[in-house]
């Protein structure tokens, strides 16, 4: 049975730091991009970043220069370093992953963790 598991969520204040870990076990992620995602409410998930197999790294606009993406491979665990935190990083955020190929769009992921709660407050 293939799960992710996220950790590393939490309250706090804007201009924090927090690291997010997503653990996956059942197999292992060979070829594979990992993706993080976050849902605000009432509102879509969407994309923040992605690392493929080999380290390459994709960021979305808004959390670039402030985020950083990290895998490592040998413990199949992929992590969001998050800083300089804002209000509006808050969400639910998701860990995701899918074959090969990068892809930016929530739908085009085919495994996925239950989420982990980030709050940021002003």
């Known amino acids: 049975q293939v799960q992710l598991v996220e950790s590393g969520g939490g309250l706090v204040q804007a201009g924090g730091s927090l690291r997010l870990s997503c653990a996956a076990s059942?197999?292992?992620?060979?070829?594979?991009?990992m993706g993080w995602f976050r849902q605000a409410p009432g509102k879509e998930r969407e994309f923040v970043a992605a690392?493929?197999?080999?380290?390459?790294?994709f960021y979305a606009d808004s959390v670039k220069g402030r985020f950083t993406i990290s895998r490592d491979n040998a413990k199949n665990t992929v992590y969001l370093q998050m800083n300089s935190l804002k209000p509006e990083d808050t969400g639910v955020y998701y860990c995701?992953?899918?074959?090969?190929?990068?892809?930016?769009?929530?739908?085009?992921?085919?495994?996925w963790g239950q989420g982990t709660q980030v709050t940021v407050s002003s």
């Open positions: 690392i493929s197999w080999s380290g390459s790294t």
């Open positions: 995701a992953a899918r074959p090969l190929v990068l892809r930016t769009t929530a739908s085009e992921y085919n495994y």
């Open positions: 059942g197999r292992t992620f060979s070829g594979h991009y």
